[in-house]
């Protein structure tokens, strides 16, 4: 039974950071990524990290901010967020995908999904 489980969401301020963890069991996948969704808004993508190649993607509005990460020991990926704005709000999904290429930024493409966790970020 594959699972992602997610932990470290929260209310913080504007300007403060949190880390999001997604730990992964029941197969192997070709890679993995974080979603959002805002109220009223369609999911979009956040970042994403392929397992096998050395890139990683991230959307226009967090790089610079925001660093996905894997442990592979532990099966688990990780979302630094630093200098968090009020427009961060959302619940944040980690998802998992089986097959390689066609891209990583389409939730569509994506065959597994967390359970979501809420970041609140205070102006």
């Known amino acids: 039974q594959v699972q992602l489980v997610e932990s470290g969401g929260g209310l913080v301020q504007a300007g403060d950071s949190l880390r999001l963890s997604c730990a992964a069991s029941?197969?192997?996948?070709?890679?993995m990524g974080w979603f959002r969704q805002a109220p009223g808004k369609e999911r979009e993508f956040v970042a994403a990290?392929?397992?096998?190649?050395?890139?990683?993607y991230y959307a226009e509005s967090v790089k610079g901010r925001f660093t996905i990460s894997r442990d592979n020991a532990k099966n688990t990926v990780y979302l630094q967020m630093n200098s968090l704005k009020p427009e961060d709000t959302a619940v944040y999904y980690c998802?998992?995908?089986?097959?390689?290429?066609?891209?990583?930024?389409?939730?569509?493409?994506?065959?597994?999904w967390g359970q979501g966790t809420q970041v609140t970020v205070s102006s």
């Open positions: 998802a998992a995908k089986t097959s390689y290429g066609g891209g990583v930024s389409s939730p569509v493409l994506y065959d597994y």
């Open positions: 029941g197969r192997t996948f070709s890679g």
């Open positions: 990290i392929p397992w096998n190649t050395q890139y990683i």
